[in-house]
């Protein structure tokens, strides 16, 4: 999503932001520009990568602002990017102004009248008008993280998102992701929500402490994509989680009435967390403003209140999960109230892990949109939340999977696709959907295996193709119940399996090591991941970086 990246400095300052501005380009974006000032101010913008950017023509650059945009209010267009101009006065910002409708109307009284489609534009245009961000920003309710650039000066400020400033060569960065600017340097300064900082060069109130470098990816891998490196380094990963001692919150976390809160995969990882028996509900974080939270008291007379929240966020900084926590913190009926909320994410410094009781991931950095390491690094912290014994051989087997990997590539998957499951592999079955429709771009389906007489059976012919999630577990027979049901309208069946009779229905089969019945779901996740994986490869896409999402959704 949205990303900012600015350099008060005067070496190679220009490189420098567009630079920084590629190493952010994994969170995905649309649009991007840069605002450069030497004491005139010059904006350069273009669409897709900041490889496209012009050089500026002014030379002796002292500093500058960037920003990468994923469009929320307006089209993307060269005219919707950041930088905002307004009285050589360049703003970026990442946010969204709900009140931007209000605040426009009242700058084009004032005479602004070239306002585009934009929230951002109302914000810069407000800001040159008073000529100051501290007052500006009061006007603003949203969450959001800003840099606004004078002649001269440097203002940054943040409420509720991450904002970071670094001290750099000559100068300061300032960027929105912690492990960019980690690249460059380590001492880093945290912003305090809705303080406005000025930086310029007789500045001395930065204060920088020493920051600890984060695992960085091998950028020399030999896989063409993050997203197959990233698959292919999961037995290690949970291998990783499951050789480490359970910390306190893993265990406090798993003790009393309790209650799990996700978007995308990370939902999905959260219903899988109510078959470890670790929580009592599991809500989709998009849904919480209207979830009745008074549903808690109801679900079981006897725990009247659900007393702890576990926040699953890969990044951390995802919109619905933080107005969740919102939420859930003002929540108190009946005496009772969500007492204690933790988080289980990628990024410690975070917006969410630094809010919350936070168990780190330790999955390492994700550069692909699409969630596969984290997802099972995420499966094995809830196995550490439960007190359920662990397979010590499952990174193994992990790995058995990954060698065969070729099986996999090998199968057509035709372009309808239904993925079935039961119990604790139908979250696996939503979650191979969603990789599938995420890469690929294909309506893919999936259903709870008993669902499909109730309905999805009339679509099926042989255009079809089911993938069974089909482990010898206790669901096992009713899973061949379906498949026969598939089978006689001769839809193709893909079996995630060991069980010989469901690879005698099947027409492809691929081998599903043995485990315990929890522990299947990690094993098939990284089947579904692959079978996405090579379905999108055979059709061209970019696979790392999917059309009209991004990595870290940080709007409502
Ligand atoms: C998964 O492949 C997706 N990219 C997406 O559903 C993701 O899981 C979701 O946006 C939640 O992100 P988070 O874990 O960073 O909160």
């Given at each position: ?7 008060y ?15 952010i380009?994994?969170?995905?974006h ?12 010059e ?6 990568s900041p490889?496209?950017?012009k050089?500026p023509?002014?030379s ?12 929320t ?13 307004y009285?050589?006065q360049?703003l ?5 102004i ?12 004032l005479?602004f ?5 934009t929230d ?9 008008h008073?000529?100051?961000l501290?007052?500006?920003l009061k ?10 650039m004078t002649r ?14 670094g001290?750099?060569?000559?100068g ?8 960019v ?6 001492k ?7 303080k ?10 930065l ?6 470098q984060?695992?960085q ?11 197959m ?7 290690e990963?949970?291998?990783?989680i ?19 809160i ?8 959260g ?6 028996e ?12 209207s ?5 808690y008291?109801t ?8 007393l702890?929240a ?7 900084e995802?919109?619905?999960?933080i107005r969740?926590?919102?939420s ?13 909320i ?9 917006t ?9 991931l ?16 995420q499966l ?27 099986i996999?590539?090998g ?5 309808n ?6 119990g ?7 979650e ?9 771009y294909?309506?893919?389906?999936a ?7 109730h309905?999805?059976?009339a679509l099926l ?12 577990d206790?669901?096992y027979k ?11 309208r ?10 010989e009779e ?8 691929i081998?599903l090591?043995?485990?315990?019945e929890?522990?299947?779901t990690i094993?098939?996740?990284v ?13 061209g ?7 009209n ?8």
């Amino acid at each position: 999503m949205c990303g900012i990246f600015c350099y008060y400095g005067k070496e190679n300052t220009f490189e420098t932001i567009r630079e920084g501005l590629k190493k952010i380009e994994y969170r995905c974006h649309d649009s991007c520009g840069i605002s450069v000032s030497n004491g005139n101010t010059e904006t350069v913008r273009s669409l897709n990568s900041p490889d496209n950017l012009k050089l500026p023509s002014i030379s002796s650059i002292q500093m500058g602002i960037g920003h990468t945009r994923w469009a929320t209010h307006g089209e993307v267009s060269i005219p919707n990017a950041h930088p905002h101009v307004y009285n050589h006065q360049s703003l970026v910002h990442n946010g969204t102004i709900a009140n931007h409708n209000k605040i426009k109307e009242e700058i084009k009284s004032l005479g602004f009248d070239t306002i585009g489609d934009t929230d951002t534009e109302c914000f810069a245009a407000l800001t040159s008008h008073l000529g100051s961000l501290s007052e500006s920003l009061k006007r603003i309710t949203d969450r959001y993280a800003v840099a606004w650039m004078t002649r001269s000066k440097m203002f940054i400020s943040k409420d509720r998102m991450s904002l970071y400033v670094g001290q750099y060569k000559d100068g300061f960065l300032v960027c929105s992701d912690l492990s960019v600017l980690l690249e460059y340097t380590n001492k880093i300064m945290e912003l305090k929500d809705k303080k406005c900082y000025k930086i310029c060069w007789t500045n001395k109130e930065l204060v920088f402490k020493t920051h600890k470098q984060s695992k960085q990816i091998e950028e020399n891998n030999t896989e063409d994509t993050f997203m197959m490196q990233e698959i292919l380094e999961q037995p290690e990963i949970i291998e990783g989680i499951y050789n480490k001692k359970r910390t306190r919150y893993h265990q406090s976390f798993s003790f009393g009435p309790t209650c799990i809160i996700g978007s995308g995969s990370s939902y999905y990882a959260g219903l899988i967390g109510k078959f470890m028996e670790v929580a009592n509900h599991v809500i989709c974080a998009s849904e919480i403003d209207s979830y009745d939270l008074n549903q808690y008291r109801t679900f079981d007379p006897y725990e009247p209140n659900v007393l702890k929240a576990l926040i699953i966020s890969q990044s951390g900084e995802t919109a619905d999960c933080i107005r969740a926590i919102e939420s859930i913190s003002n929540y108190n009926h009946g005496g009772g109230a969500v007492e204690e909320i933790y988080s289980l994410t990628n990024n410690l410094q975070s917006t969410i892990g630094k809010s919350t009781m936070a168990i780190d991931l330790l999955a390492g950095p994700e550069k692909s949109v699409c969630s596969t390491k984290t997802f099972t690094a995420q499966l094995a912290h809830l196995m550490m939340c439960s007190y359920m014994d662990k397979d010590k051989y499952l990174p193994e087997k992990i790995q058995i999977i990954l060698d065969n990997r070729n099986i996999i590539e090998g199968i057509p998957v035709s372009n309808n696709i239904i993925f079935i499951g039961k119990g604790s592999q139908y979250p696996i079955a939503l979650e191979g959907a969603l990789k599938m429709q995420e890469i690929t771009y294909l309506p893919a389906l999936a259903f709870p295996a008993g669902e499909l007489k109730h309905g999805p059976l009339a679509l099926l012919d042989e255009s079809w193709t089911v993938v069974c999630l089909a482990p010898e577990d206790d669901n096992y027979k009713k899973m061949l119940l379906a498949a026969h049901e598939v089978k006689a309208r001769h839809a193709k069946i893909i079996a995630i399996t060991s069980g010989e009779e469901m690879k005698q229905l099947a027409d492809y089969t691929i081998e599903l090591p043995k485990t315990s019945e929890i522990e299947s779901t990690i094993l098939t996740a990284v089947v579904v991941q692959l079978l996405a994986y090579y379905k999108a490869k055979k059709l061209g896409r970019n696979i790392d970086r999917p059309r009209n999402l991004a990595k870290s959704v940080t709007v409502e």
